[in-house]
């Protein structure tokens, strides 16, 4: 059984940008998402598996796209000390916690980041692009339904990973992940990592207002650094954190056209820039 339901809320995305979501559900389980799909076929609607929305950024004031929140049983099975199989819409925090306690290597550098395992691993979470460290370091395979052949997939890095920030999972999609298996080699720590992180994070990140961490996962970064504290109503570039946008307002016009400005200035340049938060209408 689904429900569809309308739904005004502020507390879908990391922005709090308010919206009237016209088509809201919850998915916990296959069969769901199954109905969900061909309710949105039905009705010429597209879907938005929503993670824990910190990477995601609602466009209008009315939401159309049929929004489904991942809803499904938080599980962490142990499948030996170093390898788990984890739900999709798990903490990466809490995978993060196990890996400290049994002093085991991880994605340490995630710690600050609000996500689901499902949401990092649809977006490629990881350091910046010159790092080349992401999840998927850690990663043996993916599990997902794919509800456009209706058949359930277990795929492995090489064939998911399609570049930074990139995924066959990333924006709107017809296809859940639903677990993944991790394996971590032990690892010799001195200090806390995910303290050590948190710290780095409250030192260098602003998080005097809402935000969804950096906005885009390629741009120049001389313009970049240029639009620090450049303000619309109650939103604007961090000045103390470049490619960060924070945000006071109730809706999403302000970050739209501080992203707008970005983008012109960049085309205007001949600069490359890609946007690396969700855009959802
Ligand atoms: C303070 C802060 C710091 C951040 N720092 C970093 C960082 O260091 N590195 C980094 O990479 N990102 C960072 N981010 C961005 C964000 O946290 C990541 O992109 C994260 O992976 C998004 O996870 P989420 O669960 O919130 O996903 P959402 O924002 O809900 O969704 C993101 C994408 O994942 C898809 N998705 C979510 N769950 C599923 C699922 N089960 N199946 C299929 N698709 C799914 C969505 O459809 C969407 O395309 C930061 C964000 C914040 C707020």
Request: hydrophobic share 40%.
């Amino acid at each position: 059984m689904i429900e569809i339901a309308s739904l005004k809320s502020k507390n879908l995305s990391f922005y709090r940008t308010t919206h009237n979501f016209k088509n809201y559900g919850e998915v916990s389980t296959i069969d769901q998402f199954c109905e969900y799909y061909e309710w949105a076929k039905t009705n010429k609607t597209k879907i938005f598996l929503l993670g824990n929305g910190s990477n995601t950024l609602f466009v209008k004031k009315e939401v159309r796209t049929l929004v489904l929140k991942n809803n499904l049983p938080k599980e962490t099975k142990i499948l030996s000390k170093s390898q788990l199989e984890v739900s999709s819409s798990v903490l990466v925090i809490d995978i993060l916690r196990y890996c400290y306690e049994n002093a085991l290597d991880s994605f340490y550098y995630l710690a600050s980041v609000p996500a689901t395992i499902g949401g990092a691993l649809a977006m490629n979470a990881g350091l910046g692009k010159r790092d080349k460290l992401s999840i998927y370091d850690f990663v043996e395979s993916v599990t997902f339904f794919d509800a456009a052949d209706k058949s359930l997939k277990t795929l492995n890095k090489k064939e998911i990973v399609q570049g930074y920030r990139k995924t066959i999972f990333t924006g709107l999609t017809s296809k859940f992940i639903l677990r993944a298996r991790f394996e971590f080699s032990p690892k010799k720590m001195d200090g806390n990592p995910i303290s050590d992180r948190r710290k780095w994070s409250k030192e260098f990140q602003d998080y005097s207002a809402y935000n969804c961490g950096s906005v885009f996962q390629e741009s120049n970064y001389k313009i970049i650094c240029k639009l620090k504290g450049l303000r619309i109503g109650n939103s604007s570039f961090s000045a103390k954190t470049p490619n960060w946008i924070l945000n006071k307002s109730s809706s999403s016009m302000p970050i739209l056209w501080l992203i707008k400005i970005a983008e012109v200035l960049h085309f205007l340049t001949f600069k490359k820039l890609i946007v690396e938060l969700i855009k959802v209408e």
